[in-house]
T-cell receptor, first 112, second 115 residues
């Protein structure tokens, strides 16, 4: 069945380090892919999205490229800040039933 | 501000009690969903609705009921609370026009503890 696999956390980095959070998926058809972020005590917010192969989503310095050949949508940021500390969720959107399939989430901790 | 409003933010129930979690959105979104979030498990879909008068079950529907009498409101009812329902509950909505691939808008969540 359709699924999303994220790297386990927590991921702990120092400020200004390079970030990669891996996300791979299994799906039939051509899904849309999303990254959501959840800051402490808050709901989830859409961070970026990509709707077809080779699309690059970007927002707030974060980027992710929809790679159909490797079924991946890895999240990257060149220089993280303490304020980026949050839980990041990768999700797959199925056009067949309009719902999202979620990864388990990766907690990111940035130390000053 | 426009968005998804969930009430209450926190709730403690005794086993066997019933209650309703409220969710309202003012963006005229057709699609609404309820998720529960448990540590290490991401979000799991409880129930969803594709429009007023239409609801369907998600991955973990047992112990929960929903109704959608208006576009704006999508309440989640716990029929007889159990400790296994201790979780954080999120309501989310999005417009029908999936062709534009809009993401969901989430409420800020309800933290429920069943003792």
């Amino acid at each position: 069945g359709d699924s999303v696999t994220q790297m386990e956390g927590p991921v702990t980095l120092s400020e200004e380090a390079f970030l990669t959070i891996n996300c791979t998926y299994t799906a039939t058809g051509y899904p849309s892919l999303f990254w959501y972020v959840q800051y402490p005590g808050e709901g989830l917010q859409l961070l970026l999205k990509a709707t077809k192969a080779d699309d690059k989503g970007s927002n707030k310095g974060f980027e992710a490229t929809y790679r159909k050949e490797t079924t991946s949508f890895h999240l990257e940021k060149g220089s993280v800040q303490v304020s980026d500390s949050a839980v990041y969720f990768c999700a797959l959107g199925l056009h067949s039933n309009y719902q999202l399939i979620w990864g388990a989430g990766t907690k990111l901790i940035i130390k000053p | 501000n426009a968005g998804v409003t969930q009430t209450p933010k926190f709730q403690v129930l005794k086993t066997g009690q019933s209650m309703t979690l409220q969710c309202a959105q003012d963006m005229n979104h057709e699609y609404m969903s309820w998720y529960r979030q448990d540590p290490g498990m991401g979000l799991r879909l409880i129930h969803y609705s594709v429009g007023a008068g239409i609801t369907d079950q998600g991955e973990v529907p047992n112990g929960y009921n929903v109704s959608r009498s208006t576009t704006e409101d999508f309440p989640l009812r716990l029929l007889s609370a159990a400790p296994s329902q201790t979780s954080v509950y999120f309501c989310a909505s999005r417009p029908r026009d999936y062709a534009n691939n809009y993401g969901y808008t989430f409420g800020s969540g309800t933290r429920l503890t069943v003792v």
